[in-house]
């Protein structure tokens, strides 16, 4: 009975459903439409109720299913692009590729040339010094052929080979011996201490430089530097001894961190960058700003815009700041230059997973323009011709258009709050559109570098601490190491010895004035 009322009501619902469309005919098209031709011409050799229904079923599947389907296609295809990304097609660390690494494949061109040392290069090697430390002479007491004493004679010439060694390493204890004498007229007199030695035990600034230098350069945790010294010295420390000696060195250096941000307010040209930071198992963020000359470095809570104001930096500074296109940045400055590098990464990306051929084309003309601003100031140049800004910036605008043309922006069914969501190749591309002039910053100012390598590099180091060290057990902690590293990078840029600045900031601590100077800068 009730197939009789489904097959009375068949008209009844394949109308209802029509309501949705222009007309009857306008769902019988579209039904026809989706299917096979030989299922088209199979249902139309069915009785017309059969048909009826059948045409029912899809238009409801169809008014009711399909958009869920293509939410769902497009969901899956954001998924297999989360996947598809790694170190070299996208901004993650390599250290996220797991097993699943990719195949290196650098940005540059080969050479053609064989790996290692090339013909003519200035190799580095030991060699013989005139004044040796020390020298110990061997001597020939007897003839190895007929055992005659040679003792007495004297020898013919004298062979020489060096070796460089350490000598035996042990802590030396001085005790600094102050005389006290009793004038005749009642007065205690009382020699001076040298500077430095305050307490009846301390430590010099010898061992205090060398514990910095191997717990915030060398990023050894405490139980290895103190293991270190009781292999080598034969000396035990205490985790405490450790902390007070780079608390000491975190005081000596509010002059250095106060005059060092001072002095990047100034820069002509400075990068930034931010990293996730481990600070009591809880993810927060380190920030840095460097120059060629000086590197530094702050823990902080927040990443965007609230920590940027709290360091002081980016408010003041007045400079282009190279970064890679977090939009905080964009507050601040008067002109901002991108990451090229980061680009590259998401071009890549874009060819692989995508298959445009614009991305490749794009990324190989940001290499040729690299390649011909490195051509220019090899010879010299400090600017580009007007004609060859010209060609280039074509070149660049018409690469862009393909791109666009390529990944058309289809507004969305159904307003949603907020911005509307775009694809991947279509979100890279508008970025290109939109900030052309500071991608291409690099090429019309060779003040201007191509990339923000140099902030990544000094700020890579953070992660290698913390794949030792694990978290920071404390923010004291983070922000004594953010610290003292500031100091030894800066120093480092400058070409000066690290243990000897180290030691110095123990000292008379004058090397914080001139690793701040403006000419330094």
Not at 302 to 331: N, T
Not at 416 to 441: M, S
Not at 460 to 467: D, E, F, L, N, S
Request: hydrophobic share 35%.
């Amino acid at each position: 009975m009730r197939s009789f009322e489904l097959q009375d009501n068949c008209p009844n619902i394949i109308n209802q459903f029509s309501k949705s469309f222009a007309c009857e005919r306008s769902v019988k098209l579209l039904f026809f439409g989706m299917l096979p031709e030989p299922l088209q011409q199979a249902i139309k050799r069915l009785p017309e109720e059969a048909r009826v229904l059948v045409e029912a079923i899809v238009v409801f599947y169809d008014h009711h299913y399909k958009s869920k389907i293509e939410e769902l296609e497009a969901r899956i295809k954001e998924l297999e692009d989360q996947i598809s990304k790694n170190s070299r097609n996208s901004s993650k660390p390599p250290s996220s590729d797991e097993f699943d690494k990719p195949a290196p494949k650098s940005q540059r061109k080969t050479t053609g040339r064989k790996a290692g040392g090339q013909k003519g290069h200035e190799g580095a090697n030991l060699k013989m010094v005139d004044s040796p430390g020390e020298k110990e002479l061997h001597k020939v007491e007897v003839c190895a052929c007929c055992q005659k004493s040679l003792c007495r004679q004297k020898a013919d010439s004298i062979e020489c080979r060096q070796v460089y060694d350490l000598p035996p390493l042990e802590l030396v204890i001085t005790e600094h011996q102050a005389e006290v004498k009793r004038c005749s007229c009642g007065h205690v007199n009382r020699a001076d201490f040298p500077a430095g030695v305050n307490h009846y035990v301390q430590y010099g600034p010898n061992i205090k430089s060398l514990l910095v230098y191997m717990q915030d350069y060398q990023l050894l945790p405490y139980e290895r530097t103190k293991e270190f010294v009781q292999d080598i010295f034969g000396h035990q420390l205490s985790t405490g001894t450790l902390y007070n000696i780079r608390h000491t060195a975190f005081g000596q250096l509010d002059t250095f961190e106060e005059r060092l941000k001072a002095l990047l307010t100034t820069a002509v040209v400075a990068g930034f960058d931010e990293t996730g930071i481990r600070i009591m198992a809880q993810r927060l963020w380190l920030h840095s700003c460097s120059t060629s000359q000086h590197a530094y470095y702050k823990p902080h809570a927040k990443r965007g815009q609230a920590a940027m104001d709290d360091i002081g930096i980016l408010p003041k500074f007045e400079g282009i700041a190279i970064h890679d296109f977090w939009k905080s940045y964009y507050r601040y400055g008067r002109e901002h230059g991108l990451c090229n590098a980061h680009l590259l990464r998401e071009l890549t990306f874009v060819k692989e997973r995508h298959k445009q051929a614009w991305a490749d084309e794009l990324a190989g003309l940001l290499l040729k323009m690299k390649a011909t601003k490195e051509r220019a100031i090899a010879k010299g140049k400090e600017f580009l011709s007007p004609a060859t800004l010209s060609r280039y910036r074509s070149l660049y605008e018409s690469l862009v258009q393909k791109g666009l043309k390529a990944n058309p922006y289809k507004p969305p069914p159904k307003k949603k709050r907020g911005r509307d969501k775009k694809t991947k190749p279509r979100n890279l591309i508008e970025r290109f559109r939109d900030y052309a002039d500071d991608i291409l910053r690099f090429f019309y100012d060779f003040k201007v570098p191509f990339d923000n390598n140099f902030s990544e590099r000094d700020i890579r180091m953070m992660k290698v601490k913390q794949k030792i060290s694990g978290c920071f057990r404390s923010f004291d902690g983070a922000r004594f190491f953010a610290r003292i590293r500031s100091f030894i990078v800066t120093a480092r840029k400058q070409n000066i010895n690290v243990f000897k600045a180290l030691k110095n900031l123990f000292m008379d601590n004058s090397i914080v004035f001139q690793l701040t100077s403006t000419q330094a800068c």
